[in-house]
């Protein structure tokens, strides 16, 4: 055993991934990206790509959702002691220093490789993430299209019964031209014991000013609910490619090549259009920076000696020492079994009292 752990020594390396603004709930959202088989496929090549077997012992490495919990590690930017001290509210939604790798490789070589290999798969996992985390927003927006169809609706028949209203007080001031010249705008009712009421003059004005307001809410809406159906042509297909992505750029360009068409086909885009564009180009250009930014931080030398588990002399140490117990148990329960008979006989008299205590006569 110990020739074989020599001929194959183990030395742990470590590095810490920069991912900007990260949180534990967004790195575990992100951890099922790691593993899957289309994205590894993708990110390691399949069996007939990754003829390098290196390349291809990562490649099945990375199929064990152990390997990846096992070698990357969120590293908060918190520690025990800062529990005390630190609101829980405060500590649920700090950001973490990044992700910390742990490996354990034969040589720099493979620790290059391993490294750079599971930091573009982590970057391309969180820019996934935060895609279908603007897509789901997105299409939740959408959903507010029946209550703004409603609020556009009410504002319709409330400005046209403030209309209405104003026209009844036009021509009861046609009908009494001295309530023009009132000194005061308030008038008392007849009934209702005597209640308070605006002039006619000044219903009129207040009436008015209702249906500006009214009127500026409705196109408020409306804008909103055009910028809504532009969007919805933006995320179009987006469902499908989400299922079927093997990568955060697959994603990313769907979104892109949408944007792309709506633009061409558009001859002239209104205020509403432009907007739903420009507005998913910022969050997809914010989402390609904070990816390029992901990248490593920091990166230990691979060690001088092998980890406990590839060391020669610990490994030969704990082989012998297996060996002698269980052959020691095994002798034990043979002279046990077969006390009437001899055994080692051809052993020095002197080894073979130390190895079996023989009983007194």
Do not use: C
């Not at 069996?47 to 070698?71: G, H, I, M």
């Not at 500026?216 to 804008?223: G, L, T």
């Not at 949408?258 to 907007?275: G, H, V, W």
């Amino acid at each position: 055993m110990a020739a074989w752990v020599a001929n194959r020594p183990l030395y742990s390396v470590s590095a810490l991934l920069e991912v900007p603004k990260v949180t534990l709930e967004e790195w575990r959202q992100a951890q099922s990206f790691l593993w899957d088989k289309r994205w590894v496929d993708h990110a390691f090549g399949d069996n007939q790509q990754a003829a390098d077997p290196k390349r291809l012992q990562l490649r099945n490495r990375a199929f064990n959702p152990e390997y990846w919990v096992q070698t990357v590690r969120y590293r908060s930017s918190l520690n025990r002691d800062d529990a005390r001290d630190i609101p829980v509210a405060q500590i649920q939604s700090s950001t973490g220093l990044g992700l910390e790798f742990a490996l354990r490789v034969p040589d720099e070589e493979q620790a290059s490789l391993t490294i750079n290999t599971l930091a573009r798969q982590v970057r391309e996992a969180f820019l996934a993430n935060s895609l279908i985390d603007l897509v789901r927003t997105s299409q939740a927006a959408l959903d507010h299209r029946p209550q703004l169809k409603l609020d556009v609706l009410k504002a319709e028949f409330d400005i046209e019964q403030s209309r209405q209203r104003i026209a009844d007080m036009r021509q009861l001031l046609e009908s009494y031209p001295d309530l023009r010249h009132l000194e005061t705008s308030t008038l008392f009712s007849v009934s209702d014991g005597g209640g308070k009421y605006l002039s006619p003059l000044a219903q009129i004005v207040a009436l008015e000013s209702t249906v500006s307001e009214l009127q500026a809410k409705a196109r408020a809406a409306q804008r909103e609910l055009d910028k809504l159906d532009w969007t919805e042509r933006l995320l179009a297909g987006m469902d499908e490619t989400i299922r079927n992505a093997t990568s955060g750029q697959v994603i990313l360009d769907k979104l892109k090549s949408n944007r792309e068409i709506l633009l061409a086909n558009a001859a002239q885009l209104n205020a509403s259009a432009q907007e739903a564009a420009e507005d998913i180009a910022l969050k997809l250009t914010q989402a390609e920076s904070r990816q390029q930014a992901i990248g490593i931080k920091t990166r230990s030398a691979i060690s001088t000696a092998p980890v406990p588990l590839r060391n020669p002399l610990i490994m030969g140490a704990a082989a012998f020492v297996l060996v002698f117990v269980a052959l020691s148990i095994m002798l034990a329960l043979y002279v046990a079994l077969h006390k009437e008979r001899d055994v080692l006989l051809w052993l020095p008299r002197a080894i073979r009292s130390r190895l079996i205590v023989e009983p007194r006569a």
